[in-house]
């Protein structure tokens, strides 16, 4: 059973940074594109970036270029955001979610292209 345990949210200042991590089990981990996405209530889930299985393609999106950065450590099945420069808007939901495997959607921020989702972690940034 694939499991998805995201970790490392929290409140912080606007400016501020947080480091996400998520934690891959029950599958081959290096095998699956891995992605960063959130969600604040009322409004639809939005890809944050991803990153392919060697990580030699990453996608962001426009409103975290520069101040996000997606990272993958295939032998501990671990998959990090870094993000810096926080602002209130990146306030939200912030969940972990693998493709099917080999990607085989292709390279997107596209939730409908990711198939195992974890719970989810706070992040809050106060102005």
């Known amino acids: 059973e694939v499991q998805l345990v995201e970790s490392g949210g929290g409140s912080v200042q606007a400016g501020g940074s947080l480091r996400l991590s998520c934690a891959a089990s029950?599958?081959?981990?290096?095998?699956?594109?891995m992605g960063w996405f959130r969600q604040v209530p009322g409004k639809e889930r939005e890809g944050v970036s991803m990153i392919s299985t060697g990580g030699s393609t990453i996608l962001y999106a426009d409103s975290v270029k520069g101040r996000f950065t997606i990272s993958r450590d295939n032998a501990k099945g671990t998959v990090y955001l870094q993000m810096n420069s926080l602002k209130p808007d990146d306030t939200g939901m912030y969940y972990c979610?693998?493709?099917?495997?080999?990607?085989?959607?292709?390279?997107?921020?596209?939730?409908?292209?990711?198939?195992?989702w974890g719970q989810g972690t706070q992040v809050t940034v106060s102005s």
């Open positions: 979610a693998a493709s099917p495997k080999y990607c085989r959607r292709g390279f997107s921020l596209r939730p409908n292209d990711f198939t195992y």
């Open positions: 029950g599958y081959d981990y290096s095998d699956y594109c």
